[in-house]
């Protein structure tokens, strides 16, 4: 005979449960139960984990969830039905949304309002029935409410004071009728888990093993028992055992049954969503098309509408459609992208912003019959907007019908190690020591205990490693989903509960995204894209000084200057093709065409480069070696690459045609492959795909390779569709920086923090260009950098190159570090919109300027216009704001003492230090007549020189990358006051000059150069700390893993 | 003219760091603020520095840059000791030591007319240098005329490379000119007034002390306004000498030997009375007598003296009282040989004078004279005889209390228990019970027959655990025997035995 587990918390009760839902649903189903239940506490976390994996299985699963009540008691709580199921989740919404993020109460009342559906189960430690006192009242409120459906729960556990306990919950059930039900708080699946509970109680509790007492159990009899076990444990109450599947069958209720539907629009009279999403797409076509919509577009459109109406999902459509047209209304900059590039729809709404007739994108990524899942669309947007437009969702769905996904954040070996090391009591600063060893992934092993100087023979450490190691990849607590919305026509808290996010005015949902996936849920992705910002401003800038409305969709395409400077890799704020590594690639593939951006964008990726394809496409492309394809049935799927597949899509289709895969298995290929590294899933389709393409005549050592790519694909594929919504961008930002340069440093400088590089190296690059920044100054500076007119204007080109502008940027005080935009900038503004300022001390008295402030500015030399020598006005401010607070008179009688000049070097420090870039000169420039007498030569020397030739240069260090695709090589970037010089460190130099690569500003290397295709790199032999009178200031590196 | 010394250690948490971990002094080590990863570091020793960790750091920030790097915090405590241990170094050269209180590991010293007792002052600092050296500390001695000039110097001269790092100032207008070069930097000055003070370009004492000082004050505050002072000899502090501490002891030698306790007695009370009236003076009173009975040599070594410690219910100055606690402790036993001389040590605390209270309320329980109670008990009986049970949150049942030494009585605060614990009694050690035999045709005898065998057996309870270090696990059982004695016995599991633990009644 069997019975039921009914009372099981898996690691979503967080911290507490010691086994992944799935892990619990398996051993139910290996010790022959037809059923569990998942009970986590105040939540449903993990059910559809162990819903999924149920499924698979064919074992039922229940599902409930322990409540925790406000006076510190628990219940347990069991869906019978779908409504009931809906009344948990409406029971714990109001619960979590009550309290901060992480904790749940509920009232007695509450669970007697929410009773229909539901199972009580009452028993346990912290339950009122067993308490000292009887709870007389609760007892008939919940007799009432939840009549026949409420049960005594009579837990063993091989304790002793559960005996006085169970006597008083038998009695007080027995006086009031409730039958009883037998069971077992499970916390593991089986008792080896019980160290690591164990482990999760004292970090829950913040006390070190020795500490904890008894807030860790007294023995390990929480795993799920076997039937007989179970049995055994009750042979003095059969009944009580029967009743858990009297309890099982009355529960019937299954995720299955969650039929979701997408909030449909308020539809004018008479007309159906389908309808409407026709009318609409039609409209925006036509605006699209210039009133002409082909015939292969318009049969594009009709499918997919047709389809689309098929599936039901017109109402997700039509979100889409509201969002962004709300954005329009705002005037907040937004781009759809990822998959939903891929249908002409989207463009038509004007979600994305890809042609369909210039892209022929697979639509079968983002819709498709067969997989019948809901579409994923992410709209990126402006991200400065962002917030208002994830408000608007909020406030036109209602928190009920709207909330956040979530994320859960799950251990891995460094947050592991540090806080199983913390429970063994372990030096905090030791376990560090060992964390900062390990990689995301790391086993720990004895090896690397050693190399951190901790003795693994010690038994805390050999239990450090073993239980570090088993607490990987449970969950710690959950976050919010950087934009993903659910969105629900029902209450979404009827769906899954609702809880408190972290931040302000955020509320985020039980389950992560593929939870939703799981369970088919549609979701609505809103991104923050700081390009976006800068495109806008930059088209704000357009109109005001060039007088040019200039929306993204009309920026001149194919402009072949824009090409030319991307050619040269002048791309320093361009977004997506800045880095080091696209700057590199550019010359090599010589872009000139918008799909040759899509290329570029995907190309300089880790998926390609592992798979070798980048240097066969290079080479096919500039005619030096013959385009062929392994079969003519692949001809149609890898012609825009030339035969070398790039792009995710391209793989996915490669599986159809090839490999004879149905969409959806392409579909699932997909996800298998972003999960490869995880769930090792990608290996069940290696003898499907190679077996497939070489049975159509295909080279085994193409398939194999392409088996290869495709594991390189799935950690780090490039979707097509990715690329081609960023390669718009990417070409409008570039147009712009070719055009209106001093527009773009402007609109860039504004739209801080993004990109690859510090304001210091954009601002170094324009004044390279030729553009006229001014410093920062308190009478000319606004808050955000602004454009003022040149006394020589004009734009002029010399060699193919933008010179100068007809604007000057005037920096503005946002740059200065400390100043505050909400606190201080309008004290400012008003003291200068009051009357023009006259001295230092009408401005610290008319604003109010703390101390603190006056020196931020000063630092900056924001006060030049009425003092040159900052030391002076150092010290005068100083004094000022001294008296301010005094209350006396600001003029002061004192004499200035006289202070040594500020040097150009110690100017330009100044500067960097109190703003972060220096409008008067680079760091270096003082020094270079030095660096000359040492033989030093500046970058655009270093450019100029010839290929094989050695050479010594010194520059500023502004950017470390370690590629993991670089089998250890570090590229670095170095910077002077003509321009970069770009550095490859082998490994074993790295490793001989760490230190120097690690921590130094100012760098030094000897090397040979590499010149190929334009691309000049110093390949590194020896680092060196250059030797010079005053060691120049920077910026800090930015370092990319 | 006076002269004084500064002695100065520097880094000297990291010095102390360094003397409790000499296996670190070839790597990296540092000394942070706590034991935490964003921890600040405060100190880090040469190796560290060479793999470019410095102070300032976060622990985690170090760390990126060596991985060896080992730390640790050195608390206040222990800095204040090794200061102590210091100062009592220090004053084997000068009576008169004074260690900084800002600034632990500088030291001013006394050194006038030391040149008497020593060939000369560079004799002297050369003998207290190799004194510290040979501790294993690393020092700068700097003999001088002023507490700002003889610092100034030390703290620069004990920064730079070199062995041996003394100097002796000849005329006070030599220590002014080199104090007044020495850079801002080797200062413990304030990091934010000295970083203020870069900025502007003073970077050393001569350019700090050009400054107007009312601008200084007017912008730095009060501190940097003292420091501007003492800099510029405006203002000087003489030498506040620790005092040593001195033990407050009698030693008394009695010709001849003494074997009368009452007139051991008499002699006590006396010398107790002065001693009394020494804390008295100092505004101390008595926490616990110590007292050193010497005897006559016997046969056995091991009984040369007797030693008693007598603890008073309060701090006290009342000799009744205390003589009433010695006479209790000395009288209960005989003396097993004469005593040839008695010592009387005292442990003091600062008075704390209480408000006299015009109208005392009556309480139904004095506390204070449960306290004097208890004192009386304990010095008849010994300190182990008042102690208190104190719950655990502990699973096994031995662990679920302890003993405490009872100083003070607390006012009762009962907990009402409606169900109480089965077990009345458990025993401190579980008693061994023979193997349980396999056939047992008379039942389980626990005990032995006159016992009666075992009739009602109920469990098992499991308490198992502690599988970090030395596991357990026991099934408990509550068992009654033919003659209705209700027992506790368990099974350990590991030791494959059974004992007995409690009884219930």
């Avoid at chain 1, 009970?39 to 699963?61: C, F, K, N, Q, S």
């Avoid at chain 1, 020397?941 to 500023?956: E, F, N």
Wanted: proline content about 5%; aromatic content about 8%.
């Amino acid at each position: 005979m069997t019975y039921v587990a009914l009372w099981c918390k898996s690691n979503f009760s967080f911290l507490e449960g010691a086994s992944h839902p799935a892990e619990l649903v398996e051993q139910a189903h290996s010790m022959g139960l037809s059923a569990v239940a998942l009970t986590d506490r105040d939540g449903v976390y993990g059910i559809v984990r162990a819903h999924v994996r149920a499924r698979e299985l064919g074992i039922r699963l229940i599902l409930g969830a322990q409540m925790t009540l406000t006076d510190g008691s628990q219940i347990v709580l069991l869906a019978m039905d779908r409504g009931g199921y809906a009344n948990l989740c409406r029971l714990i919404t109001r619960g979590r949304l009550r309290n901060p993020k992480g904790k749940c109460s509920v009232t007695w009342p509450e669970i007697c309002e929410h009773a229909e559906g539901l199972i009580a189960l009452w028993g346990g430690d912290r339950s009122l029935l067993v308490a000292e006192e009887a709870p007389h009242q609760i007892l008939t409120d919940l007799l009432e409410a939840f009549d026949d459906r409420l049960y005594g729960l009579v837990t063993r556990h091989r304790r002793t004071d559960e005996v006085p306990q169970e006597s008083r919950l038998r009695n007080r059930a027995g006086r009031a009728g409730i039958p009883l039900v037998a069971g077992t708080e499970v916390l593991y699946h089986t008792p080896a888990r019980r160290d690591l509970q164990d482990v999760l109680t004292c970090i829950r509790h913040g006390v070190s093993l020795s500490e904890a007492g008894r807030l860790i159990r007294p023995n390990a009899e929480h795993d799920l028992k076997g039937p007989y076990e179970f049995r055994t444990r009750f042979t003095d109450d059969p009944a009580s055992v029967e009743r858990t599947l009297e309890v099982a069958s009355r529960c019937t209720f299954a995720l299955t049954e969650i039929r979701y539907r997408y909030p449909a629009e308020r539809l004018p009279d008479g007309t159906s969503s389908s309808d409407w999403l026709r009318q609409l797409t039609y409209e925006g076509g036509r605006e699209r098309f210039d009133g002409t919509i082909s015939s292969s577009i318009q049969a594009q459109i009709d499918k997919e509408l047709a389809l689309i109406d098929e599936l039901d999902y017109c109402g997700y459509f039509l979100t889409m459609w509201e969002i962004v047209q709300f954005c329009r209304r705002e005037g907040i900059l937004c781009q759809g992208r990822g998959s939903a590039a891929n249908s002409a729809v989207c463009y038509c709404l004007g979600i994305t912003a890809v042609d369909p007739t210039h892209v022929d994108l697979l639509f079968e990524r983002f819709l498709s019959r067969e997989r019948n899942e809901p579409p994923d669309i992410d709209l990126d947007i402006m991200h400065d907007r962002r917030e208002e437009v994830i408000q608007f969702v909020y406030e036109k769905y209602g928190r009920d019908h709207a909330a956040m996904v979530a994320n859960v954040v799950r251990y891995r070996s460094r947050s592991a190690v540090r806080e199983v090391g913390k429970v063994f009591g372990l030096a905090e600063t030791a376990v560090d020591r060992l964390a900062k060893r390990l990689f995301h992934y790391d086993n720990i092993d004895a090896q690397i205990l050693e190399q951190v100087g901790l003795d693994p023979d010690n038994p805390a450490h050999t239990h450090l490693l073993r239980l570090a190691d088993e607490i990987q990849d449970f969950p710690r607590h959950l976050s919010i989903h950087p934009g993903g919305f659910l969105l629900g026509h029902e209450p979404v808290h009827d769906l899954v509960p609702i809880e408190n996010g972290a931040m302000e005015d955020r509320t985020v949902i039980q389950w992560d995204k593929d939870d939703l996936e799981d369970l088919g849920l549609f979701k609505v992705d809103l991104l923050g894209l700081g390009a976006l910002t800068q495109l806008d401003l930059s088209s704000q800038l357009l109109e005001e000084h060039y007088d040019l409305r200039l929306p993204m969709d009309e920026i001149p395409a194919a402009d072949s200057q824009t090409f030319d400077m991307i050619c040269r890799s002048d791309t320093v704020g361009v977004f997506q093709i800045e880095s080091r590594a696209q700057m590199a690639m550019l010359p090599r593939l010589r872009p000139r065409t918008y799909y040759d951006l899509v290329i570029q964008i995907s190309i300089v990726r880790p998926g390609p480069i592992t798979g070798g394809m980048v240097h066969p496409y290079l080479r096919r492309r500039n005619n030096e070696e013959e385009v062929e394809y392994p079969h003519e049935c692949l001809e149609p799927v890898l012609e825009r690459t030339l035969g070398v597949p790039l792009f995710q899509e391209q793989v996915m289709q490669l599986a159809v045609v090839a490999a004879d895969y149905t969409p959806g298995e392409a579909d699932q290929l997909r996800r298998d492959m972003a999960a490869w590294r995880r769930s090792g899933r990608i290996e069940r389709h290696r003898e499907r795909l190679i077996g497939r393409m070489v049975g159509k005549g295909i080279k085994q050592e193409f398939a194999e390779r392409v088996f290869d790519q495709i594991r390189g694909f799935g950690e780090y594929g490039f979707p097509e569709s990715h690329a081609a919504s960023f390669a718009l961008i990417a070409y409008g930002t570039s147009w712009i920086k070719c055009h209106y340069h001093d527009v773009f440093t402007c609109a860039l400088l504004n739209a801080q923090p993004m990109g690859f590089y510090a304001p210091a190296t954009i601002v170094n690059d324009a004044k390279r260009h030729g553009i006229e920044v001014r410093a920062i100054s308190v009478i000319h500076s606004d808050w955000g950098c602004t454009l003022e007119p040149r006394e020589t204007a004009g734009s002029v080109r010399e060699a193919g190159e933008t010179v100068g502008g007809k604007f000057a940027v005037q920096m503005g005080l946002r740059y200065v570090k400390g100043l505050s935009e909400t606190r201080d900038w309008p004290r400012i503004e008003a003291a200068r919109r009051e009357k023009p300022l006259t001295s230092i001390e009408d401005l610290v008295h008319r604003a109010q300027l703390d101390e603190r402030i006056v020196r931020r500015l000063a630092e900056a030399g924001a006060f030049a216009p009425f003092e040159q020598q900052r030391r002076a006005v150092l010290w005068s401010a100083q004094g000022l704001t001294g008296a301010l607070t005094d209350g006396l008179e600001l003029t002061s009688e004192e004499p200035i003492p006289r202070f040594e000049e500020l040097s150009l070097f110690e100017t330009i420090a100044w500067d960097y230090q109190a703003s972060g870039h220096s409008t008067r000169g680079h760091p270096l420039a003082p020094l270079r007549s030095d660096l000359q007498e040492q033989g030093l030569p500046d970058a655009r020397t270093i450019v100029s020189m010839r290929h094989g030739q050695k050479a010594r240069y010194a520059g500023l260090v502004i950017c470390r990358q370690r590629p993991g695709t670089a089998a250890g090589v570090v590229f670095m970037t170095l910077e002077d006051e003509t321009g970069f010089v770009n550095i490859v460190l082998w490994k074993k130099v790295f490793d001989r000059y760490a230190l120097l690569a690690k921590t130094e500003k100012f760098l030094g290397v000897s090397g040979v150069l590499q010149k190929q295709d334009g691309v000049v790199h110093l390949v590194a032999e020896q680092l060196w700390a250059p030797k010079v009178r005053l060691k120049p200031e920077g910026v800090g590196s930015r370092d990319f893993h | 003219m006076d002269r004084m010394a500064c002695v100065s250690l520097p880094a000297f948490p990291l010095q102390l760091l360094l003397d409790r971990f000499p296996e670190w002094a070839d790597i990296p080590a540092a000394v942070v603020e706590r034991d935490k990863p964003q921890s600040l570091i405060l100190w880090a020793n040469e190796t560290a520095r060479r793999c470019g960790v410095l102070p300032g750091q976060r622990y985690s920030a170090g760390l990126a840059l060596t991985s060896d790097l080992r730390a640790r915090e050195i608390s206040a405590a222990e800095i204040e000791q090794g200061v102590s241990r210091l100062s009592d170094r220090l004053r084997l050269f000068s009576p008169e030591v004074e260690p900084s209180a800002e600034q632990p590991g500088v030291f001013w010293l006394d050194a006038s007319g030391l040149e008497a007792i020593y060939a000369s002052l560079l004799e002297w600092a050369d003998r207290l240098h190799d004194e510290l050296s040979q501790a294993g500390f690393r020092c700068a001695v700097v003999v001088g005329f002023t507490r700002f000039g003889t610092y100034a110097v030390a703290r620069e001269m004990s920064f730079a490379r070199g062995k041996k790092k003394i100097l002796v100032f000849r005329r006070a207008e030599e220590e002014l000119d080199a104090a007044r070069r020495v850079s801002l930097r080797c200062l413990n000055i304030d990091p934010e007034l000295r970083d203020s003070l870069d900025q502007l370009g003073i970077r050393t004492v001569r350019a700090f002390i050009q400054l107007p000082g009312n601008g200084i004050q007017q912008r730095f505050g009060l501190e940097a306004h003292q420091l501007h002072r003492f800099a510029s000899g405006d203002f000087a502090i003489p030498l506040h000498p620790q005092a040593a501490p001195q033990p407050l002891i009698r030693e008394i030698d009695l010709e001849p030997a003494e074997s009368d306790m009452h007139r051991l007695l008499f002699l006590i009370n006396r010398h107790l009375g002065s001693l009394l009236n020494t804390l008295s003076e100092r505004r101390e009173a008595l926490t616990e007598l110590r007292i050193r009975l010497r005897l006559d040599v016997t046969a056995d070594d091991s009984k040369r003296e007797r030693i008693e410690r007598i603890r008073t219910a309060d701090p006290t100055l009342d000799p009744l009282q205390i003589m009433n606690l010695v006479r209790l402790r000395l009288m209960g036993d005989a003396l097993p040989a004469e005593v040839v001389g008695v010592d009387l040590a005292v442990r003091s605390t600062r008075d704390a004078p209480k408000q006299f209270q015009l109208f005392r309320q009556l309480t139904q329980r004095d506390l204070q004279a449960a306290d004097r109670a208890l004192a009386r008990v304990r010095a008849q009986f010994g300190d182990a005889a008042v102690a208190q049970a104190q719950l655990e949150e502990r699973h096994l049942p031995e662990a679920s209390f302890t003993w405490r030494l009872l100083d003070h009585v607390s006012p009762p605060a009962p907990q009402q228990v409606l169900m109480r614990p089965l077990v009345r009694r458990i025993y401190n050690r579980p008693l061994r019970l023979p193997p349980r035999p396999r056939s047992e045709p008379d039942g389980w005898l626990l005990r032995g027959a006159e016992h009666g065998h075992v009739e009602r057996f109920s469990g098992p309870y499991v308490v198992s655990g502690g599988w970090w270090g030395g596991s357990v696990h026991r099934e408990y059982y509550f068992a009654q025997t033919r003659y209705d004695e209700c027992v506790w016995v368990y099974y350990d599991r590991k030791r494959r035995r059974w004992f007995l633990h409690g009884e219930i009644g």
